[in-house]
Structure formats: structure tokens, C-alpha cells
């Protein structure tokens, strides 16, 4: 399919707009407006650049898309989005043209939508079970809730329209929140706005967790998790970096040396997984974390100015099928690879990762290769990767995730030339923290267990939330569990007094 221009869709969505703009429209009319594509880069140019691939819809195709919202009086979306955002209400805001009417809706139940339009696994959430795309049979004919979510929350940004949210008088208070992702980011705010003095501690150089090194540049510019942050450093929240909790300091100083009142532990799940089969400490492996930080948060695709060292891959294989999967192939192709691809154990139908990120690393050129599974890595007499064997797979009945599981086949091995493995199979979360605290309850994986109402942990005052609580789960998860929690801290923090 030939790519479309910005001009183009644009052009297309202005003649539709001029056909229905001001019209009272019946539900048939609004069903058979055609939904509004989101303008792209063109492959063969993103691939060598880090910037943004969906540029967002223009001013008409915004109000194009939301006036085909049918504004059901159900809203069954409202319930497909996990912290149950006004979504009728802010499309029937955006179809009118009040952008900022549109935020504020959104902002009552998300504080980050510019990046929720823009990383959350719509099609499985706020758009599945959406009446249009339902009457279209069609999930793709749903109405692009999440490119409307983005395309307001951008306009704030750019019309310089944010506003800082008020702060309650002072509570004295003194709460810890423990990493900064999007869990640690809400609960922050969320805490702040109560009264309390905030200070927050991220093991890494940089604040913003997964958004930053995890996520790549081309799918979430790290200027929109800047402006979250520094929206947080000017309401008064206190970042602290290279501060690793358990080593720096244990969660008990925290506590009682050190002064805090409650503390929130959101400190995801940044441990990565491998395969354990043989050859996976040759030089040329690397876990997707690895991988992705050092370019992300090392910017090692600045190649010219760059400090960080990059691996001179040519031949890439990537084990794994899920959105960590994709993006580090994607990112090897940028870095500079030959070639790419994914080796994945079922077919293109199993696997895990956005229907809307397959189809961005197909177009780019990523190969993939289905039904297949690494059996081990060899190495040159370097200890430099040079071969993987793979086994081929059939699939065969569905395991306890519905998914069909896949069968080796005997005989089918066969030795595939690569010069660099990356692991993407999942992550876990670091043991760090319940290792050096007595009396925190973590699962048999190691998962910290929280009350579902409250997000309290089994130590009094201490709350967690996001990945940590979860296992590798999704941004608007991980936020809306911090602001859960932020809620019962804020009620634990009042009925222990008033410390001013
Ligand atoms: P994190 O974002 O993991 O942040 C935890 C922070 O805590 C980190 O900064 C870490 O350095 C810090 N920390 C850890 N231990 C300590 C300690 N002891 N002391 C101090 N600080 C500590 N989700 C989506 O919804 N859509 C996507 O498209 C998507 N893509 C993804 C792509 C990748 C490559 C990855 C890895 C994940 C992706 N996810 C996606 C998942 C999503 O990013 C996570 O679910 C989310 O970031 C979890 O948020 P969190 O706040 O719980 O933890
Ligand atoms: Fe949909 Fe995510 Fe926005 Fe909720 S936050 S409405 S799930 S895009
Ligand atoms: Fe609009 Fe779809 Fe929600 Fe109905 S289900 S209100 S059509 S977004």
C-alpha cells in the first residue's frame, strides 16, 4: 500500500469535515465516516532516523475522528480503559473544537495522556469493546480514542496552555516515593497536591523509569516525559538520582533514620529473563534492557557524539515476540544492522506485541521468522557470536494463556548465521528491596503483594504499585495504581496527625 502523505490525509479529512462539520449527524452517518489514518514517516526514511514515527492527526482529522463517536449513553469504553476516563466526554469536547475543555475531562481521571495517546495497548482496552468498531465488526473501525487522547494533550503542550495544578496547604509530612516511573510519577503528584513534602528516589542518572530507557525516542519522545517531569520538580517534588533503595539506603533508614512518614515503592520490573540455554555469555548477547537502555538512556544512537560503545552488529537476531521484542529490532535497524529479525516459538497470530508495531517493524524491513526456537548460540574462536541453532515448531493444544503452545520437531535443527542475539523474553522484578527489608511480603515471583483497594503493603505506612506489584504490565496500569495508592497514603497520612 503506497504511503500517504500528512498533506494528503489532511486534504482528505478537511473535504469530510466541510461535508459534516455543523450538521446534526444520525448514528448511520457517523458510522459511515471512514476513520482517520495516522500520518507516518515514511519507512525508508525512519529507518535511519530516532524521531517520532506517527507525526499525530492534524486539526481536522481530530474532529473528523471524533465525530464519529456515537457518544452511547452505555459507553462500554469507559469500562475498557482501566482508570476510567470520561471518553464520550472528551470526544464530544474535541468534535466541538474546545481542545482545552477536551484535557481538562481527561485529566480528571489520567494525569499523563500524551503519553497514554500514545503507548497504551488501545486495541486491547478503550477501543475493544467500542460500539462502532463492534457494529464495523471490525476492531481497526473503532474510533481512535487513544490518537484523540494524544492529539489534545499535545495541543496543551504546544499552546502553552498547561496549567500547574494547586498544592494544599502544608501537611508536614514527609513521604518517599521509590523510582520514577509512571507508578512513582502519578503517586508523586498525587501526594504533592496533598500538602506533603515529596521526595523521590531513582536508582538510575535519569527520572522516568521504562518511559526512558525502556521505550524508544521514535515511539515516545523523551521531551514528553521531560514536560511530565518537570511539571513535577515545579510542584515542589524533590528527585534524587543514583540513589538505589536497599544499597544507598534500606527502606527501614528511609523510615525511621531518615524521617519519612509513608513511603511508596514503584520500583518496576527491571530484571531481565533469559533463555538459559547454552552460549548466552558470548560477547554479542544481550537482554532487550541492555540493548535499549544504552541507546535510549545512553543515546548511543548519537553515534558522533556519543560516549557509549556500540556493538558493530550486522546480522540480528531478536528472540522474543512481544512490544520489548519489536522495539529493540526496530532500534537494531536504526543503530545500523544488515539485517533483522525476530525468531518467535508460534505464528504471527500468537504473538504478543501491538498489531500497530508488527505492521511499523514489517514496513521498516524486520524479517521475521515463525514457528521457530532457539536451541543454543555458538561462538568464534573470539567468543563473539556467530551461529544460532534453531528448532522448528508446530503448534499445538492452547496452555493456561489460551495461546497454542508450541512443540519442537526432531531432526529440524539447523545452525542460522547471526553476529548479535537480543534476549526480549521478559522481565522480572529486582529482588533487591525484599532482600534487604524484613517483613515485606512478595509472591513466589516476586512480586511485592498489596491490598487491591489500597496498594498498602504488609509494612505500616509503606504502599507499592505498577510493575513491581503486577509484573511487567503497562503504563496506564502502573498509573493508575499510583494514584490509588496515593489516595489511601494520603487518608493513612491524615489519621496519623497532624505534624506541623
Ligand atoms: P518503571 O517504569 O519500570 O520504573 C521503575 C523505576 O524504578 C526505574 O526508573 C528504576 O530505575 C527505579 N528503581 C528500581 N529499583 C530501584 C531502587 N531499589 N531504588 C531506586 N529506584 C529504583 N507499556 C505500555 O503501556 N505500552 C507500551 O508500548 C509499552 N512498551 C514497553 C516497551 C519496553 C521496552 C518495556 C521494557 C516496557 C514497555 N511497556 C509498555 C511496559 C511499561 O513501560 C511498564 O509497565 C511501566 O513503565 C511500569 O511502570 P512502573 O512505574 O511500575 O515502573
Ligand atoms: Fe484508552 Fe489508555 Fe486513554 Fe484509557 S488512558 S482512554 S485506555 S488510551
Ligand atoms: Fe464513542 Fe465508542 Fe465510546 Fe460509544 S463506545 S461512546 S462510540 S468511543
Redesign the pocket.
Same mark, same amino acid.
Given at each position: 500500500m503506497a504511503h500517504a502523505s500528512l498533506t494528503e490525509l489532511d486534504a482528505q479529512a478537511k473535504d469530510l469535515l466541510n461535508q459534516y462539520q455543523d450538521k446534526s449527524l444520525t448514528a448511520k452517518e457517523r458510522l459511515a465516516i471512514p476513520p482517520q489514518e495516522m500520518p507516518s514517516q515514511d519507512p525508508n526514511k525512519r529507518v535511519h532516523n530516532m524521531d517520532e514515527v506517527a507525526i499525530g492527526y492534524t486539526e481536522a482529522q481530530v474532529k473528523v475522528e471524533a465525530l464519529r463517536c456515537l457518544q452511547c449513553k452505555n459507553a462500554p469504553c469507559i469500562a475498557g480503559c482501566p482508570v476510567g476516563i470520561n471518553i464520550p466526554g472528551f470526544i464530544k469536547k474535541t468534535a466541538e473544537g474546545d481542545f482545552k475543555g477536551a484535557v481538562n475531562v481527561i485529566k480528571e481521571s489520567s494525569m499523563l495522556p500524551a503519553i497514554c495517546g500514545r $503507548?497504551?495497548?488501545q486495541e486491547a482496552q478503550c477501543q475493544l469493546p467500542c460500539t462502532v468498531g463492534k457494529s464495523l465488526k471490525s476492531i481497526d473501525k473503532a474510533v481512535n480514542i487513544g490518537r484523540i487522547e494524544r492529539y489534545v494533550a499535545d495541543w496543551e503542550s504546544h499552546t502553552d496552555s498547561r496549567e500547574n495544578p494547586s498544592i494544599a496547604p502544608s501537611t508536614g509530612k514527609k513521604v518517599g516515593v $521509590? %523510582? &520514577? %516511573?509512571? #507508578? &512513582?510519577m502519578t503517586a508523586a503528584a498525587d501526594l504533592r497536591r496533598a500538602g506533603h513534602d515529596v521526595v523521590m528516589?531513582? #536508582? *538510575?542518572h535519569k527520572s522516568g523509569? $521504562? *518511559?526512558v530507557y %525502556?521505550?524508544p525516542e521514535f515511539r515516545l519522545p523523551k521531551s514528553i516525559v521531560q514536560e511530565e517531569l518537570d511539571a513535577l520538580a515545579g510542584m515542589g517534588v524533590t528527585i534524587e538520582h543514583n540513589? *538505589?533503595?536497599?544499597r544507598t539506603a534500606k527502606l527501614e533508614d528511609l523510615m525511621h533514620r531518615e524521617g519519612f512518614d509513608a513511603l511508596f515503592l514503584?520500583?518496576?520490573?527491571?530484571l531481565p529473563k533469559f533463555l538459559n540455554i547454552p552460549g548466552e555469555n558470548y560477547i554479542g548477547v544481550f537482554s #532487550?534492557n541492555e540493548y535499549?537502555t544504552r541507546s535510549n538512556l545512553m543515546r548511543a544512537y548519537e553515534r558522533n557524539v556519543a560516549g557509549t560503545p556500540l556493538y558493530g552488529s550486522k546480522k540480528v537476531a531478536v528472540f522474543g515476540g512481544g /512490544?520489548?521484542a519489536m522495539?529493540a529490532a526496530r532500534t537494531a535497524l536504526r543503530l545500523g544492522a544488515e539485517s533483522v529479525t525476530v525468531v518467535y516459538r508460534r505464528t504471527d497470530e500468537e504473538m504478543p506485541a501491538r498489531r500497530e508495531e508488527i505492521a511499523h517493524a514489517k514496513e521498516e524491513g524486520v524479517q521475521f521468522l515463525y514457528l521457530h526456537a532457539p536451541l543454543r548460540i555458538l561462538g568464534d574462536e573470539n567468543g563473539r557470536v556467530q551461529h544460532v541453532e534453531l528448532i522448528t515448531c508446530e503448534l499445538g493444544e492452547p496452555d493456561a494463556s489460551g495461546r497454542r503452545s508450541p512443540r519442537e520437531i526432531p531432526g529440524t535443527e539447523a545452525l542460522h548465521a547471526f553476529d548479535t542475539v537480543i534476549v526480549a523474553i521478559g /522481565?522480572a522484578s529486582?529482588p *533487591?528491596?525484599e532482600r534487604t527489608t524484613k517483613g515485606l511480603d512478595v509472591n513466589h515471583r516476586g512480586n511485592i503483594v498489596v491490598d487491591d483497594e489500597t496498594c498498602a503493603t504488609s509494612m505500616p505506612g509503606v504502599y507499592a504499585g %505498577?510493575?513491581?506489584v503486577l509484573g511487567?504490565?503497562? $503504563?496506564?496500569l #502502573?498509573m493508575g495504581q499510583g494514584r490509588k495508592a496515593a489516595k489511601a497514603m494520603n487518608a493513612y497520612l491524615a489519621e496519623q496527625g497532624d505534624a506541623t
Amino acid at each position: 500500500m503506497a504511503h500517504a502523505s500528512l498533506t494528503e490525509l489532511d486534504a482528505q479529512a478537511k473535504d469530510l469535515l466541510n461535508q459534516y462539520q455543523d450538521k446534526s449527524l444520525t448514528a448511520k452517518e457517523r458510522l459511515a465516516i471512514p476513520p482517520q489514518e495516522m500520518p507516518s514517516q515514511d519507512p525508508n526514511k525512519r529507518v535511519h532516523n530516532m524521531d517520532e514515527v506517527a507525526i499525530g492527526y492534524t486539526e481536522a482529522q481530530v474532529k473528523v475522528e471524533a465525530l464519529r463517536c456515537l457518544q452511547c449513553k452505555n459507553a462500554p469504553c469507559i469500562a475498557g480503559c482501566p482508570v476510567g476516563i470520561n471518553i464520550p466526554g472528551f470526544i464530544k469536547k474535541t468534535a466541538e473544537g474546545d481542545f482545552k475543555g477536551a484535557v481538562n475531562v481527561i485529566k480528571e481521571s489520567s494525569m499523563l495522556p500524551a503519553i497514554c495517546g500514545r $503507548v497504551c495497548p488501545q486495541e486491547a482496552q478503550c477501543q475493544l469493546p467500542c460500539t462502532v468498531g463492534k457494529s464495523l465488526k471490525s476492531i481497526d473501525k473503532a474510533v481512535n480514542i487513544g490518537r484523540i487522547e494524544r492529539y489534545v494533550a499535545d495541543w496543551e503542550s504546544h499552546t502553552d496552555s498547561r496549567e500547574n495544578p494547586s498544592i494544599a496547604p502544608s501537611t508536614g509530612k514527609k513521604v518517599g516515593v $521509590v %523510582g &520514577s %516511573g509512571p #507508578a &512513582s510519577m502519578t503517586a508523586a503528584a498525587d501526594l504533592r497536591r496533598a500538602g506533603h513534602d515529596v521526595v523521590m528516589f531513582e #536508582a *538510575l542518572h535519569k527520572s522516568g523509569g $521504562v *518511559l526512558v530507557y %525502556g521505550i524508544p525516542e521514535f515511539r515516545l519522545p523523551k521531551s514528553i516525559v521531560q514536560e511530565e517531569l518537570d511539571a513535577l520538580a515545579g510542584m515542589g517534588v524533590t528527585i534524587e538520582h543514583n540513589f *538505589l533503595v536497599g544499597r544507598t539506603a534500606k527502606l527501614e533508614d528511609l523510615m525511621h533514620r531518615e524521617g519519612f512518614d509513608a513511603l511508596f515503592l514503584g520500583t518496576g520490573a527491571g530484571l531481565p529473563k533469559f533463555l538459559n540455554i547454552p552460549g548466552e555469555n558470548y560477547i554479542g548477547v544481550f537482554s #532487550a534492557n541492555e540493548y535499549l537502555t544504552r541507546s535510549n538512556l545512553m543515546r548511543a544512537y548519537e553515534r558522533n557524539v556519543a560516549g557509549t560503545p556500540l556493538y558493530g552488529s550486522k546480522k540480528v537476531a531478536v528472540f522474543g515476540g512481544g /512490544n520489548v521484542a519489536m522495539d529493540a529490532a526496530r532500534t537494531a535497524l536504526r543503530l545500523g544492522a544488515e539485517s533483522v529479525t525476530v525468531v518467535y516459538r508460534r505464528t504471527d497470530e500468537e504473538m504478543p506485541a501491538r498489531r500497530e508495531e508488527i505492521a511499523h517493524a514489517k514496513e521498516e524491513g524486520v524479517q521475521f521468522l515463525y514457528l521457530h526456537a532457539p536451541l543454543r548460540i555458538l561462538g568464534d574462536e573470539n567468543g563473539r557470536v556467530q551461529h544460532v541453532e534453531l528448532i522448528t515448531c508446530e503448534l499445538g493444544e492452547p496452555d493456561a494463556s489460551g495461546r497454542r503452545s508450541p512443540r519442537e520437531i526432531p531432526g529440524t535443527e539447523a545452525l542460522h548465521a547471526f553476529d548479535t542475539v537480543i534476549v526480549a523474553i521478559g /522481565n522480572a522484578s529486582n529482588p *533487591l528491596i525484599e532482600r534487604t527489608t524484613k517483613g515485606l511480603d512478595v509472591n513466589h515471583r516476586g512480586n511485592i503483594v498489596v491490598d487491591d483497594e489500597t496498594c498498602a503493603t504488609s509494612m505500616p505506612g509503606v504502599y507499592a504499585g %505498577g510493575d513491581i506489584v503486577l509484573g511487567a504490565a503497562t $503504563v496506564i496500569l #502502573a498509573m493508575g495504581q499510583g494514584r490509588k495508592a496515593a489516595k489511601a497514603m494520603n487518608a493513612y497520612l491524615a489519621e496519623q496527625g497532624d505534624a506541623t
